[in-house]
C-alpha cells in the first residue's frame, strides 16, 4: 500500500490547516492508520491513530486541537489541525499497519 501525504504549508499561530493522505494499492489490507510528526532534530513522533473502526487517540499536546478522520469511500485520511502553535511545526507523515514510510508534508507555524 502506498501513501501520499498533502497539504501542508506556512500558517501564522493560531491559525488552521488540514493534512490528507491518499492510499493506494492493496488497500483492503488497511487496519489503522496514523500520522507521525517529525521536527528538526528530533525523533519522529506520533499524533494520532485511527483505527478501521473509527476508533481514535492523540499524542496529549495535540487533544482538543487535532482531529483525525478516514473517508473510506475515497481512500483518504485525514488531520484537522487547529489553534496551531510554533511548536507544531514539523514534517508531517502518514502510515499504516502495512505501509512503508512515505513523503510527508511541511507544516510550519510562524510566532
Known amino acids: 500500500v502506498q501513501l501520499q501525504a498533502s497539504g501542508g504549508g506556512l500558517v501564522q499561530s493560531g491559525g488552521s490547516l488540514r493534512l490528507s493522505c491518499a492510499a493506494s494499492?492493496?488497500?483492503?489490507?488497511?487496519?489503522?492508520m496514523a500520522w507521525y510528526r517529525q521536527a528538526p532534530g528530533k525523533p519522529r513522533d506520533l499524533v494520532a491513530t485511527?483505527?478501521?473502526?473509527?476508533?481514535?487517540n492523540y499524542k496529549t499536546s495535540v487533544k482538543g486541537r487535532f482531529t483525525i478522520s478516514r473517508d473510506t469511500a475515497k481512500n483518504t485520511m485525514y488531520l484537522q489541525m487547529n489553534t496551531l502553535k510554533p511548536e507544531d511545526t514539523a514534517v508531517y507523515f502518514c502510515?499504516?499497519?502495512?505501509?512503508?514510510w512515505g513523503q510527508g508534508t511541511q507544516v510550519t507555524v510562524s510566532s
Open positions: 502510515k499504516c499497519n502495512v505501509c512503508d
Open positions: 485511527i483505527t478501521s473502526g473509527g476508533r481514535t
Open positions: 494499492g492493496s488497500i483492503f489490507s488497511i487496519n489503522t
